[in-house]
């Protein structure tokens, strides 16, 4: 019986998407989730307000014409953390928390006494999944009452469901080894509880399941082929399943794509907007006989799709492959809702946009020129060709100035940093082991209320100013008192780190609620990059200066770097992201120029997404990075030798760019270090690097004060690895979003150990 494969259905589908967005239109689940973190609502409402998103989303999906509609996409915090859930991975640590909700939030943010799991970017985007740990204790256990219960909402609805899991590969090739254990040695213990789960699924109703494996598209060898090929070998043997869809994006799976067509999985998505191509298709004549759900709507940017081309793709497709299905690249989690939500856009730019449920009709509109022809979908193609050809001619995209002052700028070029770092010490005098923060301050609720006010007309622009600098004021005198040696202004102006200098400079518009999941609750509305970049004025001086002005000390003015600007923005894609950085990086540059001329001597420009855009294949991330590092330096080389140039990089694996960081050659480079316990130095040693770091020494996203001692602990590690000289003491990232006092007491645990080890 063991070795006999029923399958629970045929039926192919003909139009879906990979995975749909979770955090609410306006964000109705980030406010309950921190509403029940506060204790303002307990689980059950918690478990409500999930419920009807879940439900509004599904119904709006099967309306819009999806014949099969993923679930399972949506999570109270991070999918990966939902599959360590499922799989029985949580670490150690929370096993002795009761409440299953307070034991998973524990894992995601850490608890008194309880450090949190690490943080990262899910592959090349701006989204951060939780890392989970393996390690010689876990022991796997199926559990997939949450999974089968979000299944048996949508079937009940009569939804047509599809539940979507992160693949066993991908689960283990994201994970962390803990105490000497390699994940992917763990793969056979993993692969009869996915049996398990497929069967469970089939059981339940499913007739379709999704397992993503987007890490098949990475550079893979021999072993890591071969595990692919065994795994769902093995997988689509098990015993009455549904039928199973393998879900790569992000890229092309090249040789694992072979790999897969070997097997008898039933479908496989692929990315069409990232590297798989029709031919790469038409190559493997296995494929034939199973579903190809073919990825030609974006599911990563908000431009409007070329239909006009996507049909004769999908029609050379449909001669490899018989009907495939059309779907979008990867899950919508990375777009906004819907452009309905936007009424102040610029008509003109409004054509040529399609946000999450825009790109859900396009596919509706190829999946029916698949299934009847182009005739079908006539007016469609024309209206989109129409908006397609007003974007190319629009003059906003050519700024003759900008292109001419790129072509004559001289740009990367500093003294020596031994030179620099003399310069610097003799201007700025700053003790051993200086301590300082890394540029925001909690965005209160009375900057919210001003910001708010402001947006309504209720207060004016200059009622607005004077509240702004109180609360620079305030901040200023908190770090006087604190003890701090480097201060900054704390940001209270800026709803975001890169939407305000987005809202400061031509060729970019911002959106109302175009609001997108980073991580967890922290949601962020990426600003919208659709033409040439001008900076027609200062952007931050005022701010800076005023703050200067109120202490002995340096403060820092905070600039975000171009590379984090393209990478936390939805960026045209008519020119190359090089030509793109390098107009970004010029507006910064006359920024960092301004800020010298008024008396500002330590500038730092930010740029936490720099290991972010990493392209996946080793074949093209040293063009990558070669012109990520020319746009900061020429970003901040217009300044001074003893003007001291800072950065910062947060949450990211960062062994892959060491050489990058160390060619950004800043004075000071802030990293993330607190989660990952200091593991970057000893990376950053062996690579030669020679100037100032400041290991991030506590995790500003969990809500634990770090004690004294702890500090002094990762100071000393730190030590291990820096000589004292080059060693700055900072927490991990910005502290926007902690509140007062858990800020006031982790700073002054900060200044204190920094002292005491000074």
Known sequence: ???????????????????????????????????????????????????????????????????????????????????????????PRVADIADPLDRYFAAARGAEGIEPLEMTKWFDTNYHY?????????????????????????????????????GPLTFLALAKGVDGVNP???????????????????????????????????????????AARTTYTELSAAYRRPNLLVATYFGTPGPALGALAATAVDGIALDLCSGTTVSEIAELPALADKLVVAGVVDGRNIWRTDLAAAVPELDALRKTVGRPAVSTSCSLLHVPYSLAAEPDLDP??????????????????????????????????????????????????????????????????????????????EHLRLPLLPTTTIGSYPQTSDIRAARAALRAGSIT????????????????????????????????????MVQYFAEQLDGFAATRNGWVQSYGTRCVRPPILYGDVVRTAPMTVEWITYAQSLTDKPVKGMLTG??????????????????????????????????????????????????????????????????????FRLATSG????????????????????????????????????RSHMEILDDLTAAGYALGIGPGVYDIHSP????????????????????????????????????????????????TAARSVR
């Open 1 to 91: 019986m063991e070795n006999t494969v029923t399958v629970t259905s045929t039926d192919r589908f003909t139009a879906t998407v990979l995975g749909l967005p979770r955090i609410g239109p306006r964000r109705e689940l980030k406010r309950a989730v921190e509403s029940y973190w506060a204790g303002r609502i307990d689980a059950a409402e918690l478990d409500r307000v999930g419920r009807r998103l879940r439900v509004e989303s599904l119904t709006a999906a099967q309306s819009a014409g999806l014949d099969s509609v993923p679930v399972g996409t949506f999570s109270l915090y991070d999918q990966m953390l939902d599959t360590a859930v499922l799989l029985g991975a949580l670490p």
């Open 130 to 166: 939780l890392v989970p740990e393996i390690g010689p204790d876990t022991r796997f256990a199926l559990d997939p009452a949450g999974p089968l219960r979000q299944l048996r909402e949508a079937l009940d609805l009569g939804i047509a469901a599809r539940p979507v899991v992160i």
């Open 184 to 226: 992917a040695d763990r793969l056979p213990e993993l692969i009869p509880l996915y049996r398990e789960l497929l069967t469970r699924f089939a059981e339940a109703g499913a007739t379709w399941v999704q397992f993503d494996e987007p890490a098949l598209v990475r550079d893979l060898d021999a072993t890591e082929l071969a």
């Open 348 to 425: 003109v730019l409004r054509s040529w946009l399609a946000f999450g449920a825009e790109k859900i009709a396009e596919v509706r509109i190829l999946a029916r020129a698949v299934e009847s022809g182009a005739e079908a979908v006539a007016a469609e193609l024309a209206q989109a060709r129409s908006a397609i050809e007003s974007r190319r001619r629009d003059p906003r995209l050519h700024n003759r100035s900008v292109r001419a002052r790129l072509a004559e700028v001289d740009g990367g070029h500093r003294a020596p940093a031994q030179r620099r770092r003399e310069l610097q010490r």
């Open 461 to 496: 622009p200059t009622q607005y100013r004077e509240r702004m600098r109180a609360e620079i004021a305030d901040v200023v005198a908190l770090q006087e008192e604190l003890g701090l040696d480097v201060l900054v202004h704390g940001e209270p102006e800026r709803n975001d």
């Open 562 to 631: 171009p590379v984090t600007i393209l990478a936390w923005s939805f960026v045209r894609d008519d020119q190359p992201l090089a030509d793109t950085a390098r107009q970004v990086a010029l507006a910064i540059r006359d920024e960092t120029v301004d800020l010298e001329a008024a008396g500002i001597r330590i500038v730092q420009v930010d740029e936490p997404a720099l290991r972010e855009l990493l392209p996946l294949r080793r074949a093209d991330q040293q063009g990558y990075l070669e012109w990520a590092v020319a746009a």
């Open 639 to 674: 300044v001074r030798d003893d003007t001291q140039i800072h950065t910062h990089l947060c949450y990211s694996e960062f062994g892959d760019i060491i050489g990058a960081i160390a060619a950004l050659d800043a004075d000071v480079t802030s990293v993330e270090a607190a």
């Open 704 to 751: 634990r004060v770090p004690s004294v001692s702890e500090i002094e602990n990762a100071l000393r590690e730190a030590m291990k690895a820096v000589p004292a000289e080059r060693l700055w003491v900072n927490p991990d990232c910005g502290l926007k979003t902690r509140d007062r006092a858990e800020v006031t007491a982790a700073l002054r645990n900060m200044v």
